[in-house]
């Protein structure tokens, strides 16, 4: 699991080990340095007669890359740094003249785009972890100088940046202004949560986290990052006396006469989680198209753990949806469910818990917010464009006002829980961007949500909701009576659990696509 945190928490940790005179520079220099060399040799690229440049600020980032370039320059590369203020870090310029480096004092813009065009590697320690807001100048017209040279270079450079990529948000993974994208970037102590939140982790390329001894002075993570051995341990494997009750039964809203797919979909996805049971609750029409695919789907109402409602606007989701919500089954509400959100709690402050899951597009969750009124810490409502530049604040925001778990889909999917945890899942694919794979995602989450369900009362019933058929005898189930029921989960384990599914869907898609999943 990867661990990122805010500034504050970052510095506030590095105190005490300055207070000791713990030398973390000339150790984040050395660690910037040894990335620099592995990173050329997965190149084939030799040190020694490499030309770098270093473009250095007048922070501890660019002490940090001034030092590793004295220690590269006594490995034979040739190291010049370009500075741009009047102000640098002295010690370390001294060090890079004493290793055979050059200074360029003062560069333009124009000096530094000189520079780079003649070097193969850049290392970019212009910013830090202080900066706010979009950069000024003149590091402005240095970032957007080299960003422009960067992506017009015939032979592209290897640009690595020291801590984060300058011109990021450093806590929100905004791109206020300009910037510099790195292929990798070297974030020392700590993991700085902007370096994984759209739309700056993709300026951030591959992430090294350099260990400083921050770790027990670190407070909560700001934003988690589930990886492979996060999942393997969240993913349920039956054991000898398993049966289809104890591995979870989930209940599948999903599909209608007009979108048909959505139902074949989510339950497709459901299967392959590989719950106990899969219970299609939808139309009869949909019902057929799915048991005809999946004859082990039961089209029939009884008792299930968990409950993903909503994709393809089943008519019946609002009635299903009311019920699951009074029972306190953990739900999953996509797509044409949502509304039904929005209105509770619009019209009476309904607030959901952490059980019920809503999945929303950056689209959706600007309609959720505009009808709840939610604002950003600017004051701007959260329009879809607002939404897409800053992501987290939104799922937060949303997560907060319905007191339920979030999950913000993009490129980078976001998911916020109403005591503030948060992860951001990325890896996927552009190709992932195709109808039907929210409908995949609902099913997988709402499988992966009925598995971990906890029961409290081993009775017949006990931990299932029953669901019973309409009067009438018409359509799908409406109603739910299972006054016995104790289904729930553990205190943040329906966002976690969302996470794990956020990365088995991202991983999927990038093996469907033939892509590395990065």
Known sequence: MLRTYDAATVRAAEEP?????????????????????????????????????????????????????????????????????????????????????????EASAAQAVELARRSAVWVDGLLGIGARGPAREPLASWLAALESERLASPVEPLVVAVDTPSG???????????????????????????????????????????ELGFAPHLGEPSVLRLGDSDVADLWQVPGADDHKYTRGVVGIVSGSVQYPGAGLLTTTAALAAGPGMVRYLGENEVAELVITAHPEVVAAPGRIQ?????????????????????????????????????????????????????????????????????????????SRAVIESCPVA???????????????????????????????????????????????????????????????????????????????GAGGPTAIDAPAATACLAPGAAARIAAAALHVHARAAALAAGTPFA
């Open 168 to 210: 990021i948000g450093v806590d929100d993974g905004a791109l206020p202004g300009p910037y510099l994208s790195a292929h990798l970037t070297v974030t020392m102590g700590a993991a700085k949560a902007g370096l994984v939140l759209d739309p700056a982790r993709r300026a951030a390329g591959r992430i090294e986290v350099v």
């Open 306 to 382: 968990a409950l993903a409602v909503g994709s393809g606007d089943p008519p019946g989701a609002p009635a299903l949806l009311h019920a699951a919500l009074k029972d306190g089954s953990p739900v999953v509400v996509d797509a044409g469910a949502l509304p039904t959100i929005a209105d509770m709690a619009a019209r009476a402050g309904v607030r959901f818990g952490e059980h019920v899951v809503l999945t929303p597009h950056a689209g959706e969750a600007a309609l959720l917010a505009a009808q709840l009124d939610l604002r950003d810490g600017d004051g701007r409502p959260f």
């Open 17 to 105: 080990l300055l207070a000791a005179g713990e030398p973390l520079m000339a150790r984040a220099a050395r660690a910037l340095a040894n990335a620099i060399i592995w990173e050329l040799r997965r190149r084939s690229i030799r040190v020694s007669g490499t030309r770098i440049a270093i473009f250095a600020g007048a922070g501890n980032n660019g002490g940090d890359a001034l030092y590793a370039g004295a220690y590269l320059a006594r490995r034979g590369a040739t190291v010049v740094a370009a500075l741009p203020l009047p102000a640098y870090h002295r010690a370390g310029a001294q060090a890079l003249e004493r290793a055979g480096g050059t200074l360029i004092r």
């Open 394 to 472: 939104a799922a937060r925001a949303l997560a907060a006002r319905l007191g339920a778990t979030v999950v913000l889909k993009g490129s980078v999917d976001v998911v916020a829980s109403p005591s503030g945890q948060c992860y951001a899942q990325g890896g996927a694919p552009g190709w992932r961007a195709v109808a039907g794979a929210g409908d995949v995602l609902a099913g997988l989450i709402g499988a992966m949500l009925a598995q971990h369900a906890v029961v409290g009362e081993h009775t017949e019933v006990a931990g299932h909701t029953e669901l019973t058929e309409p009067a009438d």
